[in-house]
């Protein structure tokens, strides 16, 4: 069974601040994907890394891909407030077929 | 606009009872999947369609049912309600999964 871990859960930071979150999955994968979703709504799709070492930049967030240690990462650069929410790491496990995500990372940025 | 929408957005049911999700994918999106999120978790993946055809299952019981039509909408039947069933259901579509999956904005479920 492929199991997606991500750490931490629950994290609050200072605005300007800089962060990691940390996702490790337990099988051999090449597709990550990196959602974000705000209370109450839907799951926005904010990265897909379909390679080892993939890096990909939107903003103030950073994603990368390591697939030999199984390890993705979403760096956060100079935190605003508009990044609070939860952000959840997903691993496709036979490039196609089902999403398996972690629990998610509810980020939370004051000021 | 996500080009995915979902109906209804919110359904209270009562336990026993049976209930049908729509999905009206994107044009062209030949796979759609549906997943369960409960309250403070990850979605959990419940069944995929590719081409009309159920082409992967998650831990779900059979009570858990779904179909996809030509016109790219799906829908997810569940029958014989359960308090657990409560959550927040959402479609995923895709074109091709080099370019990820986009999510419907959900119905959330209520039963009581």
């Known amino acids: 069974e492929l199991k997606v871990e991500q750490n931490p859960l629950f994290l609050s930071m200072q605005e300007g601040k800089n962060y990691t979150i940390y996702c490790n999955y337990s099988?051999?994968?090449?597709?990550l994907y990196w959602y974000r979703q705000d209370p109450g709504k839907s799951l926005e799709s904010l990265f897909v890394?379909?390679?080892?070492?993939a890096v990909k930049q939107e903003g103030r967030l950073m994603a990368s891909l390591d697939t030999k240690a199984r390890l993705s990462t979403l760096h956060i650069t100079a935190a605003v407030h508009d990044l609070s929410a939860t952000y959840f790491c997903?691993?496709?496990?036979?490039?196609?077929?089902?999403?398996?995500f972690g629990k998610g990372t509810s980020l939370l940025v004051t000021p | 606009e996500t080009g995915v929408t979902q109906s209804p957005t919110h359904l209270i049911k009562t336990r026993g009872q049976q209930v049908t999700l729509r999905c009206s994918s994107q044009?062209?999106?030949?796979?759609v999947s549906w997943y369960q999120q409960a309250l403070g978790q990850g979605p959990q993946f419940i069944f995929q369609?590719?081409?009309?055809?159920?082409?992967g299952r998650g831990n779900f019981p059979p009570r858990f049912s779904g179909l996809q039509f030509p016109n790219y909408s799906s829908e997810l039947n569940v029958n014989a309600l359960e308090l657990d069933d409560s959550a927040l259901y959402l479609c995923?579509?895709?074109?091709?999964?080099?370019?990820?999956?986009?999510f419907g904005s959900g119905t959330r479920l209520t039963v009581v």
């Open positions: 099988t051999t994968s090449d597709r």
């Open positions: 995923a579509s895709s074109l091709d999964t080099f370019y990820g999956y986009t």
């Open positions: 997903a691993v496709d496990r036979d490039s196609g077929y089902a999403l398996n």
């Open positions: 044009s062209g999106h030949n796979t």
């Open positions: 369609y590719y081409r009309e055809e159920e082409n």
């Open positions: 890394l379909l390679s080892n070492g």
